[in-house]
């Protein structure tokens, strides 16, 4: 399940690290923006350990969503064009055997390129 936790700039410790070490659970790091004044980190979390990992990076003073849909296709408004394939850096979407554009959103790590890329404004990042 993926899950983006945002962090400020005063929290200087290694948060991660911690959360790993407290909860003994394997997380995945997928992407991470980091500036001198805050973080949003997309993590991989196997789903059964998504709730205490939540609660332990918010008791770090992070805030934290869990996406259940991390991205959203207006089913109206795609025309199976295929642009979004192209610039996927992990594959959530390919060609399916009808020539649909076929979408595996659970790999999706937030990056934005495919929102940009679409012609029809069809896709949406989801960040709740
Ligand atoms: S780029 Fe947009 S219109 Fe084209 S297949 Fe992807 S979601 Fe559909
Ligand atoms: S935001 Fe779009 S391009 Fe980026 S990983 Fe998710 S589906 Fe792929």
């Known amino acids: 399940m993926k899950m983006v936790i945002h962090i400020s700039s005063a929290m200087q410790d290694p948060v991660i690290a911690r959360v790993i070490l407290g909860t003994g659970v394997e997380i995945n790091v997928d992407r991470a923006n980091i500036d001198a004044t805050s ?3 997309v993590l991989e979390v196997p789903i059964d350990a ?3 990992v939540a609660r332990a990076f918010e ?3 992070a805030s934290v969503s869990v996406l259940e849909h991390p991205i959203l296709r207006d089913e109206d ?3 199976h064009c295929g642009a979004c394939i192209s610039v996927c850096p992990v594959y959530v979407f390919s060609f399916a055997d009808d020539w649909r554009v076929a ?3 659970s790999k999706c790590i937030h990056c934005g390129a495919c929102i940009t ?3 029809h404004a069809a896709l949406k990042i989801v960040s709740e």
């Open 39 to 41: 973080g949003e980190i």
């Open 50 to 52: 998504c709730n205490r």
């Open 59 to 61: 008791r770090e003073g």
């Open 77 to 79: 408004e795609c025309v």
């Open 103 to 105: 979408m595996d959103e």
């Open 117 to 119: 890329a679409c012609p």
